[in-house]
């Protein structure tokens, strides 16, 4: 940049400056009010005094959330109609119904491997596997 550039930049910032100065706060400003004289200094009030209005009742302290975890909704938490099955429980795994689609649906013992994978709609039945009765029926 050469000194006509420099000179431009300058001047560009001086008129930037001059025009900023001008135009005045862009919000109103606060204004202080004048001190007040205490109650005590204050001359003693002439005539019938009127009762000052009853104070506004303080509003209703604000409610804190309970928790910070959502509740689980009942019908998302039983998409697969376990809770109608719940009967079973402590019942031998020979009462399992034969399933619709097999696909939703699961039956293991309680010490056997299974896939970690989710499904809501998938009906699991855990089993003890030296018993064979029904411990748990769940989504999942």
């Not at 079973?88 to 034969?98: F, K, N, S, Y």
């Not at 649906?105 to 299974?114: G, S």
């Not at 089993?127 to 989504?139: L, P």
Request: glycine letters at 8%; charged letters at 20%.
């Amino acid at each position: 940049m050469g000194e006509a550039g420099l000179k431009r930049t300058l001047t560009v910032l001086a008129l930037g400056a001059a025009v900023a100065g001008c135009a005045g706060p862009r919000y109103p400003t606060r204004t202080t009010a004048a001190p007040q004289a205490s109650p005590a200094a204050a001359p003693p009030a002439r005539g019938p005094r009127t009762p000052a209005p009853p104070a506004a009742p303080a509003p209703p302290p604000a409610v804190a959330p309970r928790s910070a975890v959502p509740r689980p909704d009942v019908t998302v938490r039983d998409q697969c109609g376990a809770a109608e099955l719940q009967g079973l429980v402590g019942r031998p795994r020979t009462e399992i119904p034969i399933p619709i689609d097999p696909n939703r649906q699961r039956v293991a013992c309680t010490t056997c491997p299974i896939t970690e994978d989710f499904n809501p709609a998938r009906l699991n039945f855990f089993f003890d596997a030296q018993t064979g009765v029904i411990r748990q029926i769940r989504c999942g």
